[in-house]
């Protein structure tokens, strides 16, 4: 069985996920972590007190190991690593919710400080792609923005929602690497320098990711789940009521191929083994994990898997030595075998007797609950306009076709109830052979739904239970209408596909609740979300036209379609005049939060100004025995404190509207992007969207031009199709 | 002393019940002995092991569930006589295998409890005793609550065998026979005792119990009363006790206490030097277990705590030392003995998949036939449902022999589902519409993760509130099928049968009169609280004591044949027993005359007793919440020497209060909600 060849306790908080290992002079590995109050703390054992506190780094009067880094922000995000060509050891970068900072731990510098408008929540540090110096890449609020040694802004896009996790990896097998970006819309992009190269859609926010080896990746989400991912297929995943904080792929078996340990949010530490997701290792520590990290920490030349807890609590251990054989749980495997097995003959014989008793078919006993063998379940599914009752929802009917009752419904799916499960109980009065199930997906997603039903008699005790997987379409919350009365939407995408319409027709039936016989490639929805009209139409030449006002919808038609039909490249014509409308609004907007900011931050500098003349004042007051003017002094004071701290409220919404803003724009561009449709995996570099949107915007938002021209150029967008290829 | 046991599994049964394996007498010194053990398909067996394979001695045919086995025989000479109970029925059966008697107990219910003692045989069915010698009737005894356990005391002091009954409201009830009449003495204890075994410490006079709440005690039986010993209290809430047994495992010359609780725990409790128990062995079984008994099976001279689980797995705890196989060329050397019982084991596992997959099949088949019925035989669910008294919630164990598949829960009254942190399944809460038709107030689905076989939830009922709280169960196992089990969440849910409450507190009143029998009132009583036996006690009036496990407030129910007197010093206990009893009259359509007698220092009384728990909350929540910014005081500044003690001492302690705080999760909102019913009692 492994245990931890070193345990530690530091007396300081580790915020979660926020741990490294820096070898910040070259030689010793340090563990890193942010902690409470803005500071981030350095451990170094190897080296004991020979560097005098100076600029921003101070030693802990508790501990002579420990230095204490004052950020003064709140940290985010933190990551070390190489970042100068030139320098000797390890680069800190430290990401706060508006600034970046690269720090010299050895020389005691700042490489570079940075102000982040859209904030870092999460860092990495590598090279991507062509670029040849390494970056310090950081997601924000919908942006990802590189920067190399000096603080120079190599790369910048836009991605769908608020970043949570960052990796660098060879996704493509091109031997240069890609990013992967998680984020809080559950989907993990993958860019190839700025270029959306792919997409995999999860049911949650995307918490963690890391590089496991080769072209595959490890992930979790914030609902438990965690998994491995293979190019953009899952090999496996498990889901568990904790939460994982923190993932790390490390060789903990010594076998030559990397487990995906996980830390939990109870202090559980796993190691799974990255084909199957098979437990071979498991320790707990005492509180919540904060970040499970590597690093030849006793210096004797190889690699320990460190865990960190909340609390400060460190374990660190070796990779198994080869006479464990891949065996770390314990010693008596073969008698969990041996359990297993019996466990397993138990259950074959339980079922064996099962059948025995079932053929028999006693038929007095009422609690068995007998039905009529042949009984089936069907299923149906239907869409439900809004009544005065209820909302327009997907309904599911279950039923049974003989006198059998149904006592209750479990439905199992992700992504489209509060949970992961729905569950329909009927009272004991209102128990029938049928029961509807109402749902409401609330994103355009296909979703398999696991349905569980309880079928028996009015008064058994025990249940037959039927069990069945059906799918939802992608594009279930939009109703057939034969004919529209309402006006058509404003909005349009159209593009031409070479293909057959038939092949449309399969399409629209695949991904529709279609009423039956239906078969024309002329046909209109209305959105059970409200969101208006949409209407599908292909001419004879191939030229598809599709009408809404809904720009997120049409983008995921037209990828749904592209990649039904596997088509790689899809140049788009498209308009959506109610949302440019918007945007344009919002681009104002924009401006007039930073001249409010602007000028907020006038009067703010005005303040300190006045502060620092009272303080004096109220101290020479004070050194003169003049108490009266002191206390005068003071208690201007304390009404300059009082406006400061108003001032501070306004100047946070200020800024928070202006992020809500930003992001609305960052989204704009991710979906204009999406409209165009790109499939592009190895075929010769395009100009890709968001390297225009880069040229136009890069100046971020600091004048009225930039923003406009910005404006323009979605215009012309979309009215003329700027993309020749 | 700590002492080191290794766990060694040796065969599977049945599903097993409480008190069902038995170790023989050994026939030389320090020989392995035989195992005598019965499981719930009604098949006793015997084995040894040999060699470390398990031999059968001999194996009886399936029949009815085994409740339970005991051994007996002849004064004077080795008790090796093998008892065992099924139905209303008890069979013997020699060491051999031979049976020598099949005696029918005659009892309308079936036995649940047994003892045997020479020619004596005690059994005992819910409620009543009955006394057999020599398979003659001797004498009875009814008993006020349902009866847990048997066992009898007998030593020279006293002058004959004497019947300890367990009865399920806290009382050990020691019946002693004066001819033919019985008189008993009673000693009460602190929860209803679900265990007794005869001790072998010094004198036979002393009984160990357990109780389902997880305590151990000893008393010592004398002619006229009782006198307790010692008590182990159940302060990490492990569970309630299935079995205990004393023998002397550590080797210090002393019998020790084995335990084994229902979460799987084994404990070895051994004595120190002033007499007082000890924890010194520990191990946690994935089970509950439902019998042990300390001797010698496995290997001569190595003694061990052998025990069985629910699903009937036969494990011993041996002294002996595992041996490190780890031999030359890095491989982990299995013993022949284990490769050839894996061999056997995969070889039978495949012939079983060839016949489980023809079954299939013929069932398929058989769904095309449109006259045939389906049914699947019951399988069998270990539940529990009980009241913990120290943060007044109810937990709810399930137990099923093979691995848990899910499990959903729904409720048709408001209660809150607690997070167990043993309990590895996902839980997800369904959005429930709780107004008609379907009033659902709950609805929770709990995905078990492979291999779960016992499942611990822990709810949270509010008194007043009352309806059924169901749970199905579904087991990983073809045909797929679930069972529903039903726990009712009565109005005064959070009360406790005690013997005797204290009188001088002020009491409310309330007094019914009606033309209603004795059992309907008692009826009404068991709807409203638990622990009252359901069957109506023998006599004119009845008394019953309850508190509150959550404000210490009380209840006593007086009644009898068209009259009852409730009081009580908690003014809303009072006016939620109006509300139900006229409630429940109402449907039966009798008319009921109630009148109330309100103290009004009662209100003030229950205010004060909530007054010092509610200050102390408020005291830990606010302590907790500076918690976070003390410590970051102390980083900041180096050093907490520059604070004021109080918080200083909130910073040492921290950690103490932490968990404290995380022990009762929303208490203090507790205890505001209690705040509020006695306010709005009032009025």
């Known amino acids: 069985m492994l245990v931890p060849i070193f345990t530690l306790k530091l007396n300081h908080k580790i915020n979660p996920r926020m741990v490294a290992v820096g070898t910040f002079d070259g030689v010793h590995p340090c563990l890193t972590a942010a902690t409470q109050a803005g500071k981030v703390f350095i451990h170094n054992p190897h080296v004991r007190g020979q560097r005098a506190a100076a600029h921003r780094l101070s030693h802990s009067s508790q501990d002579s190991d420990v230095c204490l880094l004052n950020i003064n922000q709140s940290v985010t995000c933190l990551t070390a690593g190489q970042l100068g060509p030139s320098t000797v050891g390890d680069t800190l970068v430290v990401g706060s919710q508006t600034n970046l900072l690269a720090y010299d731990v050895h020389d005691n510098a700042d490489v570079f400080y940075k102000e982040v408008a859209d904030g870092a929540n999460a860092v990495v540090l590598g090279t991507l792609g062509d670029i040849p110096a390494p970056l310090a890449i950081i997601g924000g609020n919908c942006a990802l923005q590189g920067f190399d040694y000096e603080g120079n802004d190599h790369l910048w896009t836009v991605t769908g929602d608020n970043v949570r996790s960052l990796v660098l990896c060879d996704f493509t097998g091109d031997g240069k690497n890609e990013l992967l970006v998680g984020s809080e819309d559950f989907d993990i992009r993958v860019f190839k320098e700025d270029e959306l190269v792919s997409e995999m859609t999860e049911n949650e926010t995307i918490t963690s990711l890391c590089h496991m080896h080769g072209s595959r990746f490890g992930y979790a989400l914030a609902n438990g789940t965690v998994g491995v991912y293979d190019r953009s297929s899952r090999y496996w995943r498990i889901k568990s009521k904790n939460h994982a904080m923190s993932i790390h792929a490390f060789d903990l078996n010594a076998d030559g191929v990397v487990e995906l340990i996980t830390g939990w949010s109870n202090g559980k530490i796993d190691a799974r083994s990255d084909r199957t997701g098979e437990v071979i290792f498991k320790d707990n520590l005492l509180s919540s994990v904060a970040g499970v990290v590597e690093g030849d920490y006793r210096l004797d030349g190889q690699q320990q898997l460190i865990c960190t807890s909340v609390d400060g609590e460190v374990r660190g251990y070796l990779p198994a030595s080869k006479d464990l054989r891949g065996n770390l749980m314990d010693s008596t495997a073969e008698q969990d075998l041996i359990r297993d097995l019996s466990q397993r003959k138990r259950s074959l014989l339980m079922e064996l007797r099962n059948y025995e008793d079932n053929s028999k078919c006693v038929s007095d006993s009422d609690g068995m609950g007998f039905i009529p063998a042949n009984t089936q379940l069907q299923t149906a599914l239907a869409v439900r306009p809004a009544t005065l009752v209820q909302k327009a929802h997907v309904e599911l009917s279950i039923s049974t076709p003989n006198e059998t009752i149904i006592r209750a419904v479990l439905i199992f799916a992700e992504g489209i109830f509060e949970g992961e499960s729905h569950v329909v109980h009927p009272s004991a009065q209102n128990l029938s052979g049928c029961v509807k199930v109402p749902i409401i997906p609330p994103k355009d997603i296909p979703v398999d739904l696991h349905i569980k039903a309880f079928v028996g008699g009015k008064s058994s005790t025990q249940f037959h239970v039927f069990e069945i997987t059906r799918q939802l379409p992608r594009f279930s919350m939009y109703d057939f209408t034969a004919e529209a009365t309402a006006a058509p939407p404003s909005g349009w995408v159209t593009f031409s596909i070479n293909d057959r319409p038939q092949r449309v027709v399969m399409w629209l039936n695949q991904n529709f609740l279609l009423p039956e016989g239906v078969d024309s490639t002329e046909v209109t929805f209305s959105s059970l979300r409200g969101r208006g009209l949409l209407s599908i139409s292909m001419a004879s030449s191939g030229q598809v036209t599709l009408r809404t006002d809904d720009i997120d919808l049409a983008g995921d038609l037209v990828q749904s379609l592209a990649s039904f039909l596997a088509v790689d490249d899809l140049s788009a014509e498209a308009d959506f005049p109610g949302y440019f409308e918007e945007l344009r609004t919002t681009l104002v907007e924009v401006d007039e939060f930073h001249s409010v900011h602007q000028k907020l931050n006038a009067a703010m500098a005005d303040h300190s100004n006045h502060i620092r003349n009272l303080l004096v004042q109220a101290e020479d007051a004070r050194l003169m025995d003049d108490i009266r003017s002191m206390k005068k002094r003071y208690r201007e004071l304390y009404h300059l404190n009082r406006d400061l701290i108003n001032e501070y409220k306004i100047r946070s919404n200020n800024h928070n509207a202006l992020l809500a803003c930003l992001k609305a724009v960052n989204q704009a561009i991710q979906r204009a992007g999406r409209l165009r449709g790109t499939f592009q995996l190895g075929s010769e570099p395009r100009r890709s969207n968001s390297a225009e949107a880069q040229l136009l915007v890069t100046p971020q938002w600091e004048s009225r031009v930039p923003c406009f021209t910005f404006n323009l150029w979605v215009g012309t967008a979309a009215v003329t199709n700027p993309n020749p290829n | 002393m700590e002492i080191h046991l290794n766990r060694v599994d040796y065969i599977q049964v049945g599903v097993t019940s409480q008190k069902t394996m038995r170790l023989l007498p050994s026939s030389g010194k320090k020989a392995t002995q035989k195992v005598a053990i019965a499981d719930n398909d009604g098949v006793l067996s015997c084995f040894g092991m040999k060699k470390g394979e398990a031999v059968y001695l001999f194996k009886t045919l399936p029949g009815r569930k085994i409740s339970r086995l005991d051994l007996g025989g002849a004064v004077g000479t080795p008790q090796e006589k093998i008892f065992v109970c099924c139905g209303s029925m008890v069979r013997g059966f020699t060491k051999k295998g031979k049976p020598f008697l099949a005696f029918e107990a005659n009892l309308t219910e079936s036995i649940n409890a047994m003892h045997v003692s020479g020619a004596d045989l005690f059994v005992c069915a819910s409620y009543i005793y009955n006394h057999y010698c020599d398979c003659k009737d001797q004498d009875y005894f009814l008993s006020g609550d349902k009866i847990n356990d048997i066992t009898c005391v007998s030593s020279e002091n006293l002058t004959r065998v004497v019947p300890v009954l367990a009865c399920q409201d806290r009382v050990l009830r020691v019946l002693q026979v004066y001819q033919i009449y019985q008189s008993f003495f009673s000693f009460e204890i602190a929860g209803p005792p679900l265990y007794l075994n005869m001790s072998h410490f010094s004198t036979g006079e002393e009984i160990v119990y357990g109780t389902t709440d997880g305590k151990v005690g000893l008393v010592q039986i004398g002619e006229q009363s009782a006198t307790a010993k010692w008590e182990i209290d159940n302060v990490k809430k492990k569970g309630g006790i299935l079995c205990i047994d004393t023998y002397d495992i550590i080797g210090d010359g002393v019998n020790d206490v084995l335990v084994g609780r229902d979460n799987g725990t084994v404990e070895v409790y051994g004595f120190d030097s002033s007499g007082e128990p000890t924890l010194r062995f520990e191990h946690v079984l994935s089970e509950s277990v439902t019998s042990i008994q300390g001797g010698c099976v496995g290997k001569d001279t190595y003694d061990e705590v052998l025990t069985v689980t629910y699903t009937g797995w036969v494990t011993g705890l041996t002294t ?288 004060k007793m909530i007054h010092p728990k509610l200050e102390y909350q408020l005291l830990l929540a606010r302590k907790v919440q500076l918690i976070d910014a003390l410590k970051e005081l102390q980083v900041h500044e180096g050093n907490a020497d520059f604070l004021i003690p109080e918080y200083r001492n909130i910073l040492d302690e921290s950690a103490n209060l932490l968990e404290e705080y995380k022990k009762q999760p929303a208490h203090l909102e507790r205890l505001y909600g209690a705040f509020l019913t006695v306010i709005l009692g009032l009025h």
Not at chain 2, 488 to 509: C, E, F, G, W, Y
């Open chain 2, 320 to 607: 002996e030392p595992q041996k490190a196989e780890v031999g030359p060329g890095n491989e982990i050397k299995m013993s022949k003995e284990t490769q050839s019982k894996l061999e056997t084991l995969r070889a039978e596992l495949e012939q079983l998949q060839v016949r489980v997959l023809q079954g299939r099949e013929q069932y398929q088949q058989t769904s095309q036939s449109s006259s045939a019925l389906s049914g699947v035989p019951i399988f069998s669910i270990n539940d529990k449902f009980t009241l913990c008294q120290d943060d007044a919630s109810y937990s709810l164990t399930l137990e099923v022999q093979t691995a848990i598949d899910n499990l959903l829960l729904q409720s048709d009254v408001p209660i809150d589902l607690l997070d167990v942190d043993k309990n590895s399944a996902v839980v997800s809460f369904s959005e429930c519409d709780s107004e008609q038709p379907n009033g659902n107030f709950l609805l929770a689905t709990y995905r078990c993760q492979a291999n779960t076989t016992r499942l611990e939830l822990k709810v949270r009922s509010i008194e007043g509130q009352y309806g059924t709280l169901q749970a199905y169960v579904t087991p990983r196992l073809q045909p797929k099928t679930c069972q529903v089990r039903r726990y009712q969440i009565k109005p005064l849910s959070l009360h406790q049968r005690t013997h005797s409450i204290d009188q001088d507190r002020p009491m409310n009143r309330l007094s019914l009169v009606g033309q209603f029998s004795f059992a309907e009132i008692h009826s009404w009583v068991v709807f409203c609280l638990p622990e009252v036996p359901e069957k109506t006690p023998a006599g004119e009036t009845i008394t019953f004591c309850f508190c509150n496990t959550f404000l210490g407030t009380q209840l006593e129910a007086t009644y009898c044949k068209g009259e009852g007197h409730f009081k009580s010093d908690n003014i809303s206990t009072i006016s939620i027993l109006s509300d139900v009893l006229s409630k429940e009259a109402t449907k039966k359509k009798i008319n009921l005359n109630i009148s109330y007698d309100i103290n009004d220092d009662s209100v003030n009384h229950t205010l």
